[in-house]
């Protein structure tokens, strides 16, 4: 057998082991570096030495027990009431507190919690025949693709372009009969921000609507950032009207991909996520979670790292993360022509340029890829100007000071470039073509003349993004789609 590694998934004859394990480790050398701090998006890293093999030990000690059914294998059901009480008390609930009878499942990841948050709250008004939900614009896309799963109407709330938060008034007009659940972030994906909960969550609640706070990306984070004296505002169970909460162990519990935890602050506002089924000839199903069958991996990974790094653990890794994310800051402050969108609350650093047009965002971003920092751009929306995004993880302390040099050696070498020259017929294509008149020759043909196809993306995206940036919302969905659909094609 000679095929290239990754065409050919059943082979005749099959490879032995080792080879197949070379062979995924020579797929794996074209990936981004997950380790390493230059990575500041979709990973994160703890740079702690032995955890990802004990978490390895772990994952697959339990890989093939499936968690469909708890009584069958409770060590999976041990392992997620833990992990679940751990988040809890973590996030203001649990005995003595606030929320003494907060309850919760592991679930895949964030996008999983949040649709479970709204399915929750969609299924406890069955007498709302058109239910609705209320989310600031810089709520997590997992929200609106709950509302698109479930047929739920999304009602966006604007938010301040310099504080990058929803206003409260704006959020308690948003909320009508119909509204089932008000969302709120803590902090937001994109910029980091802490949206005022406090306020959010009374507003919610004087209207007899559920809140869900989605702390997936840094609920595992600000609490350790509050002890060590950050200015974290109240966002967690300790706020009354907060009814739900997600966080990501995935995210900063740092523990491997495919867990997240979603608490309820009482078992009746979780029983409407269940779904149970005893209509049919099998076994009566009851799940908590969108998935049946579910891989006691992603559980037993996550146990063993929350038990091996301990809360003294948690604590260091994120003083080292609060000491990397000021000194990225400072970086940023240092570079004429970028300013920071906002200043850290959080994990995150998010800066833009300040207008000079010889300098191109996205241009900056392809500089700062070929120099080994990959960041992650996002495009203009809604009065927002691009900017881009690094979450910071501890694993950057020790890569910080050589940002600072790199970032304005980038930015030098983005100026000296220029920016980014489509076809004006094109860009004017992009700001007028509707998604529908796009026909797959036209596809085609916009996806050659960026470079995109089968096979890797292009090392430099600036004039996809630009592209993209040019595009009505409707029109980049649907261009994404077909891009990616170009790459998403089986190999024989
Ligand atoms: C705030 C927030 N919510 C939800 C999600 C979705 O999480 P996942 O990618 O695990 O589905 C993310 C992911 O980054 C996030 O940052």
């Given at each position: 057998m000679t095929d290239a590694p990754g065409t050919t998934a059943l082979p005749v004859e099959g490879v032995p082991a080792p080879r197949v394990l070379d062979e995924i480790r020579a797929l794996r050398a074209?990936?981004?570096?997950?380790?390493?701090?230059?990575?500041?998006?979709y990973v994160y890293d703890?740079?702690?030495?032995g955890l990802d093999e004990l978490a390895q030990a772990a994952y697959a000690e339990s890989?093939?027990?499936?968690?469909?059914?708890p009584t069958a294998f409770p060590s999976l059901l041990a392992m997620e009431n833990a992990l679940v009480g751990a988040a809890a008390r973590l996030l203001g609930?649990?005995?003595?507190?606030?929320?003494?009878e907060v309850v919760g499942n592991v679930t895949s990841g964030g996008t999983e919690s949040l649709i479970l948050a709204v399915k929750a709250a969609r299924d406890a008004r069955?007498?709302?025949a058109e239910p609705r939900i209320v989310v600031p614009?810089?709520?997590?896309?997992a929200f609106a693709k709950a509302a698109h799963y479930l047929r739920v109407t999304l009602d966006p709330v604007d938010v301040d372009p310099v504080t990058l938060r929803p206003g409260v008034a704006d959020v308690a007009a948003a909320i009508?009969?119909?509204?089932?659940l008000v969302a709120a972030s803590?902090?937001?994906?994109?910029?980091g921000v802490v949206d005022p909960v406090a306020e959010i969550a009374a507003v919610a609640g004087a209207a007899g609507v559920r809140c869900h706070v989605d702390?997936?990306?840094g609920g595992w984070a600000l609490p350790w950032l509050r002890r060590l004296g950050a200015p974290v505002p109240a966002f967690d169970f300790?706020?009354?009207?907060?009814?739900s909460i997600s966080v990501d162990l995935?995210?900063?519990?740092?523990?491997?991909?495919g867990v997240s935890v979603l608490l309820h602050r009482n078992p009746a506002l979780r029983a409407p996520q269940y779904f149970a089924y005893a209509?049919?000839?099998?076994y009566t199903m009851i799940n908590p979670?969108?998935?049946?069958?579910?891989?006691g991996g992603p559980i037993a990974g996550a146990y063993a790292t929350l038990r091996h790094l301990g809360e003294d653990g948690y604590l260091r890794l994120a003083e080292q993360t609060r000491a990397a994310v000021a000194g990225l800051a400072d970086a940023v402050r240092a570079v004429d022509g970028l300013r920071l969108?906002?200043?850290?609350?959080?994990t995150v650093v998010c800066f833009t340029t300040d207008?000079?047009?010889?300098?191109d965002l996205f241009v900056l971003v392809d500089e700062l890829t070929a120099r080994g920092w990959h960041t992650q751009p996002q495009l203009r929306y809604a009065g927002l100007p691009a900017s881009v995004h690094l979450t910071v993880t501890a694993s950057v302390a020790p890569r910080v000071a050589e940002f600072g040099p790199a970032l304005a050696d980038a930015v030098a070498a983005a100026r000296a470039a220029g920016p980014v020259a489509l076809p004006p017929e094109l860009l004017a294509l992009a700001g007028t073509?509707?998604?529908?008149?796009?026909?797959p020759e036209l596809i085609g043909e916009l996806a050659a003349g960026l470079g995109l196809g089968a096979g890797p993306a292009p090392d430099r995206m600036a004039a996809v993004n630009t592209l993209l940036d040019a595009a009505p919302v409707a029109l980049r969905e649907r261009l994404l789609v077909e891009f990616v659909g170009l790459l998403q094609r089986p190999t024989w």
């Amino acid at each position: 057998m000679t095929d290239a590694p990754g065409t050919t998934a059943l082979p005749v004859e099959g490879v032995p082991a080792p080879r197949v394990l070379d062979e995924i480790r020579a797929l794996r050398a074209a990936d981004r570096p997950t380790h390493g701090g230059r990575l500041f998006a979709y990973v994160y890293d703890p740079g702690v030495a032995g955890l990802d093999e004990l978490a390895q030990a772990a994952y697959a000690e339990s890989a093939h027990v499936n968690g469909l059914d708890p009584t069958a294998f409770p060590s999976l059901l041990a392992m997620e009431n833990a992990l679940v009480g751990a988040a809890a008390r973590l996030l203001g609930g649990g005995p003595g507190t606030n929320a003494p009878e907060v309850v919760g499942n592991v679930t895949s990841g964030g996008t999983e919690s949040l649709i479970l948050a709204v399915k929750a709250a969609r299924d406890a008004r069955p007498d709302v025949a058109e239910p609705r939900i209320v989310v600031p614009v810089s709520g997590h896309a997992a929200f609106a693709k709950a509302a698109h799963y479930l047929r739920v109407t999304l009602d966006p709330v604007d938010v301040d372009p310099v504080t990058l938060r929803p206003g409260v008034a704006d959020v308690a007009a948003a909320i009508r009969p119909e509204t089932v659940l008000v969302a709120a972030s803590a902090p937001s994906y994109a910029h980091g921000v802490v949206d005022p909960v406090a306020e959010i969550a009374a507003v919610a609640g004087a209207a007899g609507v559920r809140c869900h706070v989605d702390a997936c990306f840094g609920g595992w984070a600000l609490p350790w950032l509050r002890r060590l004296g950050a200015p974290v505002p109240a966002f967690d169970f300790a706020v009354d009207g907060v009814t739900s909460i997600s966080v990501d162990l995935h995210k900063y519990a740092y523990a491997p991909k495919g867990v997240s935890v979603l608490l309820h602050r009482n078992p009746a506002l979780r029983a409407p996520q269940y779904f149970a089924y005893a209509d049919w000839p099998g076994y009566t199903m009851i799940n908590p979670v969108i998935a049946s069958t579910r891989s006691g991996g992603p559980i037993a990974g996550a146990y063993a790292t929350l038990r091996h790094l301990g809360e003294d653990g948690y604590l260091r890794l994120a003083e080292q993360t609060r000491a990397a994310v000021a000194g990225l800051a400072d970086a940023v402050r240092a570079v004429d022509g970028l300013r920071l969108m906002a200043e850290p609350q959080s994990t995150v650093v998010c800066f833009t340029t300040d207008g000079d047009p010889d300098l191109d965002l996205f241009v900056l971003v392809d500089e700062l890829t070929a120099r080994g920092w990959h960041t992650q751009p996002q495009l203009r929306y809604a009065g927002l100007p691009a900017s881009v995004h690094l979450t910071v993880t501890a694993s950057v302390a020790p890569r910080v000071a050589e940002f600072g040099p790199a970032l304005a050696d980038a930015v030098a070498a983005a100026r000296a470039a220029g920016p980014v020259a489509l076809p004006p017929e094109l860009l004017a294509l992009a700001g007028t073509l509707s998604p529908a008149a796009l026909t797959p020759e036209l596809i085609g043909e916009l996806a050659a003349g960026l470079g995109l196809g089968a096979g890797p993306a292009p090392d430099r995206m600036a004039a996809v993004n630009t592209l993209l940036d040019a595009a009505p919302v409707a029109l980049r969905e649907r261009l994404l789609v077909e891009f990616v659909g170009l790459l998403q094609r089986p190999t024989w």
